[in-house]
């Protein structure tokens, strides 16, 4: 994976300057973000494809997560450009899940591994994976259970900067007579941990911020502000479809009728 650092190192650039685009109301922002996603789409499933020449050293729990983050990056990048299509929701929350038993799979991984050496550096990894396990979680239920969402999300925070904060202090963990660093066991992972952690903790801080008004909502003027409060209104589980049909959807194609209808006149 360490081929492709310069490239996600790239694409969190663009993603910030996405975010800050859309933040000072500069309509282009939204695109940098969603061609970001898409990128990211593309990456894992190029990731996927290459692991089957590399069979050695690529399992199948890395292979199931790839899948999840390349149908979940696909979703997010449809949310971004206003594509939206029947049991989306589903196949989100089914991807969200799937990534999610890969991720326990890998803390379990871990546990082993490490308690054999050493019982503290096997806690303070399991607190690592635990978190991202968090943030899955608080990222896949929204639709389902909007009120574990936040909690979840809140936990996953703690827990990596608990993680931070032990493995600075701790230094060294003893591990056959080898002295080994957390950050570094951490840094140095050869899977997406620290990729999935970086962008958890990029929209938590983001989510944060704007909570407390210190910075503004994205934005778009493609839409009417209330398009984008009836997509959260579904997106978060507050309304039900009625025959198969969310508002926002049925207000996006009012919308585009009327746009169409004036266009030509």
């Given at each position: 994976m360490k081929n492709y650092n310069t490239l996600y190192y790239l694409l969190f650039v663009l993603l910030i300057m996405g975010a800050f685009s859309s933040m000072a109301q500069n309509n282009y922002g939204n695109g940098i973000l969603g061609g970001v996603a898409v990128v990211f789409a593309l990456l894992f499933s190029f990731q996927l494809a290459e692991s089957f020449r590399t069979k050695a050293t690529?399992?199948?729990?890395?292979?199931?997560?790839?899948?999840?983050?390349?149908?979940?990056?696909?979703?997010?990048?449809?949310?971004?450009?206003?594509?939206?299509?029947?049991?989306?929701?589903?196949?989100?929350?089914?991807?969200?899940?799937?990534?999610?038993?890969?991720?326990?799979?890998?803390?379990?991984?871990?546990?082993?591994?490490?308690?054999?050496?050493?019982?503290?550096?096997?806690?303070?990894?399991s607190a690592f994976?635990?978190?991202?396990?968090?943030?899955v979680v608080s990222m896949t239920v929204v639709p389902v259970g909007p009120a574990f969402a936040e909690p979840a999300g809140m936990a996953a925070f703690a827990l990596i900067i608990a993680f931070?904060?032990?493995?600075?202090?701790?230094?060294?963990?003893?591990?056959?007579?080898?002295?080994?660093?957390?950050?570094?066991?951490?840094?140095?992972s050869s899977d997406r941990s620290v990729i999935l952690l970086s962008l958890f903790l990029v929209f938590t801080t983001y989510m944060g911020l704007t909570k407390i008004g210190v910075l503004p909502r994205l934005y778009s003027d493609e839409y009417p502000q209330m398009y984008f409060q009836l997509v959260n209104q579904a997106e978060t589980g507050n309304e039900k479809p009625v025959e198969g049909e969310y508002q926002h959807e049925a207000f996006k194609k009012a919308y585009d009728r009327f746009i169409e209808r004036n266009a030509k006149k």
């Open positions: 690529t399992t199948l729990v890395d292979r199931v997560e790839l899948v999840s983050l390349a149908v979940i990056s696909s979703i997010l990048a449809l949310r971004v450009f206003y594509i939206h299509f029947q049991f989306v929701e589903t196949i989100f929350i089914v991807s969200g899940m799937t990534l999610l038993f890969a991720r326990l799979s890998k803390l379990i991984t871990a546990w082993r591994t490490y308690s054999a050496r050493n019982n503290a550096l096997a806690l303070v990894m994976h635990s978190s991202i396990i968090l943030y931070a904060i032990v493995a600075y202090f701790a230094k060294d963990f003893m591990v056959g007579g080898e002295k080994v660093s957390a950050l570094r066991i951490a840094a140095r």
